[in-house]
C-alpha cells in the first residue's frame, strides 16, 4: 500500500490519459477517501459532481464549439490582474520544459489537450453553495489534494485544470447543477497516457529552503 510521501512524490499533472473508462466503484473509493478532509468548522460545504462517457463527450464538443465560436469564459474565474515576475518566469519554464523533455510537437499540443479535457474519460466537478465565502474555497483546495493523492494510490492519474469550468451554464445543463451552487473546479482523472510525449515533462518544485522562513525553531 502507498504511504502519503508516496502518494505526494507520484502525484503529478497528467496532460494525456488513455481512454480507458475508471469503473464508478474505483472513483466512489476515491471520493469516499477524500471526504474525509477538514474543513471550517466542519461545515463540508463541497458538493461533487462526476462526468463521464456520453455526457463528457457531450460537454466538451460543446466546450470545443463555443471556443470555436469565441465564447467568452465565465467572467467569474477570478484571474489576477497581473501575474508576480517570478510566476511569468515559472510559466515559461514550464513551456521550455515541456519542449526539452517532450518536444516541439508536445508544446503544440499543450494548449489542443486542454481544449480536450486531456482525453481525460471522466472529469470530478466541485461546487459549493453561493452564499459562502473564500474560506469554503480553501477548503475544495484541500480536498482537492485529497482526491489526487486518493487517486494515486489507487493507480489512477489527475489533472487540476480551470480550463474544465470555462463554461459552467454548460455544466449546469448536462449534469443537473442547481443555481444555487458556484462550480469552483475541475478535475480529470483517469489512467496516464504514459506513451504519450507529454507526460515526459516533471515540473520541478521549488525548494524548502526557498520557500520557508523560520523563526524560534
Given at each position: 500500500m502507498m504511504n502519503i510521501s508516496e502518494a505526494l512524490q507520484v502525484r503529478r499533472s497528467c496532460r494525456a490519459f488513455k481512454p480507458d473508462s475508471v469503473d464508478k466503484s474505483i472513483l466512489l473509493a476515491v471520493l469516499n477517501e477524500a471526504v474525509r478532509t477538514p474543513s471550517w468548522a466542519n461545515s463540508q460545504p463541497w458538493e461533487i459532481f462526476v462526468a463521464g462517457g456520453e455526457v463528457l463527450r457531450v460537454i466538451n464538443q460543446t466546450y470545443l464549439e463555443n471556443s470555436r465560436n469565441n465564447v467568452s469564459p465565465n467572467p467569474d474565474i477570478p484571474h489576477p490582474k497581473s501575474w508576480p515576475e517570478i510566476a511569468n518566469i515559472r510559466l515559461k519554464e514550464l513551456i521550455s520544459g515541456v519542449s526539452l523533455a517532450a518536444g516541439e510537437a508536445a508544446v503544440k499540443q499543450f494548449g489542443e489537450l486542454n481544449q480536450k479535457f486531456f482525453n481525460a474519460p471522466a472529469v470530478i466537478y466541485l461546487c459549493m453553495d453561493k452564499s459562502l465565502t473564500t474560506w469554503s474555497v480553501f477548503d475544495l483546495g484541500a480536498l482537492s489534494q485529497s482526491i489526487m493523492l486518493a487517486a494515486a494510490e489507487h493507480g489512477l492519474a489527475t489533472m487540476?485544470?480551470?480550463?474544465?469550468?470555462?463554461?459552467?451554464?454548460?455544466?449546469?445543463?448536462?449534469?443537473?447543477?442547481?443555481?444555487?451552487?458556484?462550480?469552483?473546479?475541475?478535475?480529470?482523472?483517469?489512467?496516464?497516457?504514459?506513451?504519450?510525449?507529454?507526460?515526459?515533462?516533471?515540473?520541478?518544485?521549488?525548494?524548502?529552503?526557498?520557500?520557508?522562513?523560520?523563526?524560534?525553531?
Amino acid at each position: 500500500m502507498m504511504n502519503i510521501s508516496e502518494a505526494l512524490q507520484v502525484r503529478r499533472s497528467c496532460r494525456a490519459f488513455k481512454p480507458d473508462s475508471v469503473d464508478k466503484s474505483i472513483l466512489l473509493a476515491v471520493l469516499n477517501e477524500a471526504v474525509r478532509t477538514p474543513s471550517w468548522a466542519n461545515s463540508q460545504p463541497w458538493e461533487i459532481f462526476v462526468a463521464g462517457g456520453e455526457v463528457l463527450r457531450v460537454i466538451n464538443q460543446t466546450y470545443l464549439e463555443n471556443s470555436r465560436n469565441n465564447v467568452s469564459p465565465n467572467p467569474d474565474i477570478p484571474h489576477p490582474k497581473s501575474w508576480p515576475e517570478i510566476a511569468n518566469i515559472r510559466l515559461k519554464e514550464l513551456i521550455s520544459g515541456v519542449s526539452l523533455a517532450a518536444g516541439e510537437a508536445a508544446v503544440k499540443q499543450f494548449g489542443e489537450l486542454n481544449q480536450k479535457f486531456f482525453n481525460a474519460p471522466a472529469v470530478i466537478y466541485l461546487c459549493m453553495d453561493k452564499s459562502l465565502t473564500t474560506w469554503s474555497v480553501f477548503d475544495l483546495g484541500a480536498l482537492s489534494q485529497s482526491i489526487m493523492l486518493a487517486a494515486a494510490e489507487h493507480g489512477l492519474a489527475t489533472m487540476p485544470a480551470v480550463t474544465l469550468v470555462h463554461y459552467p451554464e454548460v455544466l449546469r445543463n448536462k449534469l443537473d447543477i442547481p443555481d444555487n451552487l458556484s462550480i469552483v473546479f475541475g478535475i480529470a482523472i483517469g489512467y496516464e497516457d504514459d506513451k504519450h510525449p507529454i507526460n515526459k515533462f516533471k515540473s520541478a518544485r521549488r525548494p524548502v529552503s526557498e520557500v520557508v522562513t523560520s523563526k524560534g525553531i
